[in-house]
């Protein structure tokens, strides 16, 4: 039967070996450069000056998978109130990976900042 | 400059809380204990004072902070001549301790402290979406709002969980209001503090009540979890619960420890009840715990009844502290969030609690995280010390006993508590069990480890270099044969 001194150098030596794992997967300078930049809300720094401080705005965005992406512009646009609907009279478009072929019709683009990212009227919703 | 002085002033004011609370004998342990416990009070101290000015708009911060930790040094000065010479010695006898375990221990400590500030460097604003999506954003919502900072408890978000408490956003806002701008420093390095605070706390806590190699087990078990630091700088609010439910069991066994010894410190059992109102404060898991822990401190003190005295009335001094955070919390939940989403209605929750299979998943999942979610590599820790607690003799004195097992109780309950959320929960319940559960271990296992060493005892770990000045405190059974000693 394993004996407990036997034992208590298992905790041990289990100790150190996760240890080496944390070390062997430690990340390296730059390695998440991408996700920071994309966290860092740079991309809608322009955006930001030209909205109102407060209220709620709207948000259209790529597909309902790129939760994310809505995510990252509300915490980027904050204190503003980034509601994931159009129906509001501005909405925020973010589209990080390709622009849309089509906009719905009651959307009016009133500036393209680049980047995926577009302030757009809703004409209904005044 | 800003910020060293506000964190100056934010670790003073934790330290003059604990020294309120807590009066030993000073040692280098206790001075760790000390300056651990207070990182975490002073930034929950922090969070309230942000919170409240911003919901008065008196948002002068600095004299609210110099007023608050010159009143509480005003109210210390009088007690600290008479306590320093009253102070009890409640640690452990001298141990003889392997010079192996030490080097095990320095080599754990080095990859830990590493990893966490490279960690912390390569992933400024932390990782996983909740750093993003709740906790930094309620703190920007805080800071950048002005007047309009309900905004950020909106219903029209209700995935940034508005109903979250608020300890470490206000804490992170609290510190940008001072400095005056943001910067993602201030989370990050609230995320390390914690981690790092919870290490100190627990080999401190273990340090003081059972020696120094049962300390350097116990903290060499935490430090080699993976997932406590990498989740320790995501900027997400689990380790800072986890240092809160740490510190509230680590007081209540202090406070054991000394009224077994006679000595009735009725401040650290408020201490204690202080922690337990801040982990309610942080997270609402934290609630959970705050309920279990006082059912299960009630059961134990209508085992031990003291002569002519209630089991209610000597848990006074815990209720007192919990309850202005308690008021707190009640008030932030009532005037300022929207309802939390994890209860439907009624109906919805009586049929899921019918349904078999839901708790056979979640057993499930609660059998397989057991094991992996520390990201252990080859041997989970959990499965060695489950081996050693049936290989080990317990060696703990009854009244120490029912310590042990009134904190087990609080954390086997609180397990309960988040299986019971898990069965109702409205999300897809593999998605939530996959997201969440190793979080929630985490949350509980520095406790867990202590508790798991305080079961032990310290003598079947350790040989006795011998005897050592009289101590108030001593288990009765404490053997002086060191048979099942641990060393090299």
């Known amino acids: 039967m394993l004996s407990c001194k036997a034992c208590l150098w298992i905790l041990v030596v289990a100790c150190l070996l996760s240890s080496g794992r944390m070390l062997v997967h430690s990340p390296r300078t730059g390695e998440d450069a991408a996700e920071n930049e994309r966290r860092s809300g740079q991309r809608f720094a322009a955006l930001r000056d030209a909205l109102p401080q407060r209220g709620v705005i709207g948000y259209i965005g790529q597909s309902k998978d790129s939760v994310g992406h809505y995510y990252l512009a509300q915490y980027a646009l904050a204190p503003l109130v980034v509601d994931s609907s159009p129906n509001h009279p501005l909405v925020v478009g973010n589209f990080p990976n390709t622009l849309p072929q089509n906009l719905p019709g009651n959307l009016k683009l009133l500036r393209d900042f680049g980047n995926g990212v577009l302030l757009l009227a809703n004409e209904d919703a005044r | ?488």
């Open chain 2, 1 to 488: 400059m800003a910020i060293a002085l506000a964190g100056i002033l934010c670790l003073l004011t934790g330290f003059v809380i604990v020294a309120l609370g807590l009066h030993l004998l000073p040692t280098r342990s206790t001075l760790l204990l000390g300056i651990s416990l207070s990182t975490g009070f002073g930034l929950a101290v922090f969070s309230i004072i942000y919170f409240l000015a911003r919901w008065s708009g008196f948002l002068h911060l600095w004299a609210i902070d110099a007023a608050v930790c010159a009143l509480l040094l005003i109210a210390l000065t009088p007690l600290r001549k008479h306590r320093i010479s009253a102070a009890p010695n409640v640690e452990a006898p001298d141990q003889a301790t392997p010079r192996c375990l030490l080097i095990a221990f320095a080599l754990a400590s080095l990859a830990a402290v590493y990893c966490g500030i490279t960690y912390a460097v390569a992933r400024p604003y932390g990782s996983g979406w909740d750093s993003f999506a709740i906790w930094n954003l309620h703190a920007r919502f805080l800071f950048r709002g002005g007047i309009n900072w309900r905004d950020g408890f909106s219903p029209l978000i209700p995935w940034s969980h508005p109903d979250y408490p608020l300890l470490l956003p206000a804490a992170i806002a609290h510190f940008w209001t001072v400095m005056g701008r943001e910067t993602s420093a201030v989370p990050a390095v609230i995320g390390l503090v914690f981690t790092f605070s919870t290490v100190g706390l627990l080999f401190s806590g273990l340090d003081i009540l059972l020696g120094r190699t049962s300390a350097l087990l116990g903290a060499m078990c935490l430090l080699s979890t993976p997932f406590f630091i990498d989740l320790g700088t995501w900027q997400y609010a689990d380790v800072p619960l986890s240092f809160f439910i740490l510190a509230t069991l680590v007081l209540l066994h202090l406070h054991d420890r000394l009224a077994k010894g006679g000595v009735e410190s009725r401040s650290t059992l408020a201490l204690a009840g202080l922690a337990a109102g801040f982990a309610a404060w942080t997270k609402n898991e934290g609630i959970l715990f705050l309920l279990t822990m006082l059912l299960t401190r009630m059961w134990l003190t209508s085992r031990q009844p003291s002569p002519g005295r209630r089991p209610i009335s000597q848990m006074a001094p815990m209720l007192l502290a919990v309850a202005p955070i308690f008021a707190l919390i009640a008030f932030f939940k009532r005037a300022v969030a929207p309802p939390g989403d994890l209860f439907s209605d009624l109906a919805t929750m009586l049929h899921k609690l019918g349904d078999p299979s839901r708790y056979w998943a979640v057993l499930k999942w609660y059998g397989r995280e057991l094991i992996r979610f520390g990201e252990w590599w080859l041997i989970p820790l959990p499965i060695v010390m489950l081996v050693l607690y049936f290989l080990l003799k317990r060696n703990v004195t009854r009244e120490e006993k029912e310590t042990v097992r009134a904190s087990a109780a609080a954390l086997v309950l609180t397990l309960a508590g988040y299986f019971f959320i898990y069965l109702i929960t409205p999300r897809d319940i593999y998605w939530h069990l996959r997201f969440s559960l190793n979080r929630l271990f985490v949350q509980l296992w520095p406790s867990a480890i202590f508790v798991f060493f305080s079961a032990l005892g310290g003598e079947p770990l350790t040989a006795r270099r011998g005897d050592t000045e009289p101590q108030v405190q001593q288990p009765e059974t404490a053997s002086q044969n060191g048979t099942k000693s641990f060393s090299c």
